[in-house]
Protein backbone atom coordinates (compact mmCIF):
# COMPACT_ATOMS: atom_id res chain seq x y z
CA UNK A 1 0.00 0.00 0.00
CA UNK A 2 1.40 3.22 -0.68
CA UNK A 3 2.19 5.86 2.45
CA UNK A 4 2.22 8.75 0.43
CA UNK A 5 -0.30 10.60 -1.90
CA UNK A 6 0.51 13.24 -4.02
CA UNK A 7 -2.17 15.87 -4.96
CA UNK A 8 -2.89 16.80 -7.95
CA UNK A 9 -2.23 14.18 -10.20
CA UNK A 10 -1.98 16.37 -12.66
CA UNK A 11 -0.50 20.15 -13.02
CA UNK A 12 -0.25 22.05 -16.03
CA UNK A 13 0.93 26.09 -16.30
CA UNK A 14 3.15 28.50 -17.98
CA UNK A 15 6.82 28.79 -17.75
CA UNK A 16 7.70 31.32 -14.93
CA UNK A 17 4.80 30.67 -13.10
CA UNK A 18 5.41 28.72 -9.62
CA UNK A 19 3.98 24.78 -9.17
CA UNK A 20 2.82 23.87 -5.68
CA UNK A 21 2.59 19.74 -5.03
CA UNK A 22 1.03 18.03 -1.61
CA UNK A 23 1.97 14.77 -0.24
CA UNK A 24 -0.10 13.27 2.39
CA UNK A 25 0.91 10.22 4.45
CA UNK A 26 -0.51 8.11 7.06
CA UNK A 27 2.28 7.37 9.95
CA UNK A 28 4.90 9.19 11.67
CA UNK A 29 7.60 9.64 9.94
CA UNK A 30 11.40 10.00 10.28
CA UNK A 31 12.04 11.98 6.85
CA UNK A 32 10.39 12.95 3.92
CA UNK A 33 11.63 13.09 0.54
CA UNK A 34 10.91 14.51 -3.10
CA UNK A 35 12.26 12.80 -6.24
CA UNK A 36 11.73 13.55 -9.68
CA UNK A 37 11.01 11.52 -12.37
CA UNK A 38 11.47 12.27 -16.70
CA UNK A 39 9.79 9.93 -18.44
CA UNK A 40 10.26 6.74 -17.43
CA UNK A 41 13.56 7.24 -16.10
CA UNK A 42 15.58 7.04 -12.86
CA UNK A 43 14.18 8.84 -9.81
CA UNK A 44 16.22 11.90 -9.13
CA UNK A 45 16.80 13.30 -5.42
CA UNK A 46 15.65 16.51 -5.07
CA UNK A 47 15.62 17.34 -1.16
CA UNK A 48 14.76 15.60 2.08
CA UNK A 49 13.30 17.09 5.13
CA UNK A 50 13.20 15.60 8.70
CA UNK A 51 10.43 15.15 11.26
CA UNK A 52 11.60 18.03 13.17
CA UNK A 53 12.22 20.19 10.42
CA UNK A 54 9.74 22.72 8.87
CA UNK A 55 11.04 24.04 5.88
CA UNK A 56 13.98 23.76 3.65
CA UNK A 57 15.41 25.56 0.09
CA UNK A 58 17.18 24.50 -2.16
CA UNK A 59 17.40 26.66 -5.19
CA UNK A 60 14.20 27.17 -6.50
CA UNK A 61 12.52 24.50 -4.52
CA UNK A 62 11.00 24.87 -1.17
CA UNK A 63 9.96 22.32 0.79
CA UNK A 64 7.10 21.94 3.68
CA UNK A 65 6.37 19.10 6.49
CA UNK A 66 3.40 19.65 8.82
CA UNK A 67 3.81 16.55 11.04
CA UNK A 68 0.75 17.18 12.87
CA UNK A 69 -1.07 17.00 9.39
CA UNK A 70 0.82 14.66 7.95
CA UNK A 71 1.46 16.48 4.77
CA UNK A 72 4.09 18.23 2.63
CA UNK A 73 4.08 20.74 -0.08
CA UNK A 74 6.57 21.50 -2.95
CA UNK A 75 6.81 24.79 -4.60
CA UNK A 76 9.26 24.78 -7.60
CA UNK A 77 9.16 28.72 -8.19
CA UNK A 78 9.40 30.60 -11.58
CA UNK A 79 9.16 26.95 -13.49
CA UNK A 80 11.17 26.15 -16.56
CA UNK A 81 10.00 24.06 -19.52
CA UNK A 82 12.94 21.94 -18.19
CA UNK A 83 11.01 21.76 -14.88
CA UNK A 84 8.53 19.22 -16.64
CA UNK A 85 8.25 15.81 -15.29
CA UNK A 86 6.77 13.52 -12.10
CA UNK A 87 7.65 14.39 -8.93
CA UNK A 88 6.90 11.63 -6.29
CA UNK A 89 7.16 12.16 -2.36
CA UNK A 90 8.67 8.78 -0.17
CA UNK A 91 8.66 8.43 3.47
CA UNK A 92 10.79 7.01 5.82
CA UNK A 93 8.54 5.60 8.50
CA UNK A 94 9.38 5.35 12.21
CA UNK A 95 10.03 1.91 13.29
CA UNK A 96 10.36 0.45 9.66
CA UNK A 97 13.00 -0.07 6.97
CA UNK A 98 11.06 -0.03 4.03
CA UNK A 99 10.94 3.44 2.19
CA UNK A 100 7.18 4.28 0.46
CA UNK A 101 6.53 6.12 -2.44
CA UNK A 102 3.37 7.83 -3.51
CA UNK A 103 1.64 7.53 -7.33
CA UNK A 104 2.97 11.13 -8.35
CA UNK A 105 2.08 14.57 -9.73
CA UNK A 106 2.77 14.97 -13.33
CA UNK A 107 4.17 18.37 -13.87
CA UNK A 108 3.65 19.96 -17.21
CA UNK A 109 5.25 23.70 -17.92
CA UNK A 110 4.26 24.95 -21.36
CA UNK A 111 7.15 27.60 -23.49
CA UNK B 1 30.78 8.74 -11.42
CA UNK B 2 28.88 7.48 -8.23
CA UNK B 3 25.95 5.22 -9.97
CA UNK B 4 23.62 2.12 -9.93
CA UNK B 5 23.75 0.14 -12.63
CA UNK B 6 21.11 -1.82 -14.05
CA UNK B 7 21.23 -4.26 -16.47
CA UNK B 8 19.45 -4.88 -19.03
CA UNK B 9 17.55 -1.86 -20.12
CA UNK B 10 14.80 -3.47 -22.02
CA UNK B 11 13.98 -7.18 -21.90
CA UNK B 12 11.42 -8.84 -23.60
CA UNK B 13 10.67 -12.41 -22.15
CA UNK B 14 8.06 -15.59 -22.61
CA UNK B 15 6.49 -16.61 -19.43
CA UNK B 16 7.94 -19.14 -17.16
CA UNK B 17 11.36 -18.37 -18.19
CA UNK B 18 13.36 -17.57 -15.84
CA UNK B 19 15.41 -14.23 -16.00
CA UNK B 20 17.66 -12.18 -14.02
CA UNK B 21 18.30 -8.38 -13.34
CA UNK B 22 21.72 -7.55 -11.83
CA UNK B 23 21.91 -4.40 -9.88
CA UNK B 24 25.25 -3.07 -8.98
CA UNK B 25 26.31 0.21 -7.13
CA UNK B 26 29.66 1.48 -6.52
CA UNK B 27 28.94 3.82 -3.65
CA UNK B 28 29.50 1.32 -0.72
CA UNK B 29 25.98 1.80 -0.32
CA UNK B 30 24.51 -0.47 2.89
CA UNK B 31 20.98 0.01 1.88
CA UNK B 32 19.45 -1.79 -1.33
CA UNK B 33 16.28 -2.06 -2.90
CA UNK B 34 14.16 -3.04 -5.74
CA UNK B 35 11.04 -0.91 -6.94
CA UNK B 36 8.16 -1.60 -9.90
CA UNK B 37 6.71 0.85 -11.34
CA UNK B 38 3.27 0.86 -12.85
CA UNK B 39 0.46 3.07 -14.27
CA UNK B 40 -1.24 4.75 -11.85
CA UNK B 41 0.28 2.91 -8.62
CA UNK B 42 3.57 5.06 -8.62
CA UNK B 43 6.63 2.88 -7.24
CA UNK B 44 6.06 0.00 -5.07
CA UNK B 45 8.63 -2.02 -2.77
CA UNK B 46 9.53 -5.54 -4.09
CA UNK B 47 12.33 -6.02 -1.70
CA UNK B 48 14.97 -4.57 0.04
CA UNK B 49 18.28 -5.20 1.66
CA UNK B 50 19.96 -3.33 4.90
CA UNK B 51 23.42 -4.77 4.30
CA UNK B 52 25.15 -8.17 2.88
CA UNK B 53 23.10 -11.30 3.67
CA UNK B 54 20.18 -9.26 4.93
CA UNK B 55 17.30 -8.82 2.57
CA UNK B 56 13.62 -8.50 3.57
CA UNK B 57 10.11 -8.70 1.52
CA UNK B 58 8.80 -5.27 0.38
CA UNK B 59 4.79 -4.44 -0.77
CA UNK B 60 4.98 -7.00 -3.42
CA UNK B 61 7.29 -9.91 -3.65
CA UNK B 62 5.33 -12.40 -4.63
CA UNK B 63 7.23 -14.16 -7.94
CA UNK B 64 10.48 -12.54 -6.87
CA UNK B 65 13.62 -13.96 -5.59
CA UNK B 66 16.69 -11.37 -4.26
CA UNK B 67 20.52 -12.04 -2.78
CA UNK B 68 22.91 -9.97 -1.82
CA UNK B 69 26.50 -12.07 -1.53
CA UNK B 70 27.92 -8.77 -1.63
CA UNK B 71 27.48 -4.70 -0.90
CA UNK B 72 27.59 -3.98 -4.34
CA UNK B 73 25.30 -6.29 -6.00
CA UNK B 74 21.61 -7.03 -5.25
CA UNK B 75 20.11 -8.91 -8.82
CA UNK B 76 16.55 -9.56 -8.82
CA UNK B 77 15.75 -12.95 -10.23
CA UNK B 78 12.02 -14.00 -11.67
CA UNK B 79 11.97 -17.50 -11.51
CA UNK B 80 8.98 -18.52 -13.49
CA UNK B 81 7.45 -14.61 -14.84
CA UNK B 82 4.35 -14.14 -15.56
CA UNK B 83 2.38 -11.41 -18.07
CA UNK B 84 1.69 -9.59 -14.73
CA UNK B 85 5.02 -9.01 -13.91
CA UNK B 86 5.55 -6.71 -16.96
CA UNK B 87 6.50 -3.61 -15.73
CA UNK B 88 8.98 -1.07 -15.03
CA UNK B 89 11.89 -1.67 -12.54
CA UNK B 90 14.07 0.29 -10.68
CA UNK B 91 17.07 -0.52 -8.08
CA UNK B 92 18.42 2.37 -5.60
CA UNK B 93 20.76 2.38 -2.67
CA UNK B 94 21.23 4.53 0.12
CA UNK B 95 23.78 4.89 2.25
CA UNK B 96 21.60 4.06 5.35
CA UNK B 97 18.11 3.21 5.55
CA UNK B 98 16.18 5.20 4.34
CA UNK B 99 17.92 8.14 6.59
CA UNK B 100 19.40 9.67 3.30
CA UNK B 101 18.08 10.02 -0.20
CA UNK B 102 18.14 7.29 -2.98
CA UNK B 103 20.25 6.94 -5.76
CA UNK B 104 18.46 5.52 -8.43
CA UNK B 105 19.12 2.88 -11.33
CA UNK B 106 18.02 3.88 -14.88
CA UNK B 107 15.56 0.91 -14.67
CA UNK B 108 14.86 -2.16 -16.88
CA UNK B 109 11.65 -2.09 -18.78
CA UNK B 110 10.54 -5.96 -19.06
CA UNK B 111 7.91 -7.39 -20.95
CA UNK B 112 6.59 -11.08 -19.84
CA UNK B 113 4.38 -12.51 -23.05
Known amino acids: SQQGEEDPQALSIQEGENATMNCSYK?????LQWYRQNSGRGLVHLILIRSNEREKHSGRLRVTLDTSKKSSSLLITASRAADTASYFCATDRVNNNDMRFGAGTRLTVKP | EAQVTQNPRYLITVTGKKLTVTCSQN?????MSWYRQDPGLGLRQIYYSMNVEVTDKGDVPEGYKVSRKEKRNFPLILESPSPNQTSLYFC????????????FGSGTRLTVV
Open chain 2, 92 to 103: ASSPRTGRDGYT
Open chain 2, 27 to 31: MNHEY
Open chain 1, 27 to 31: TSINN
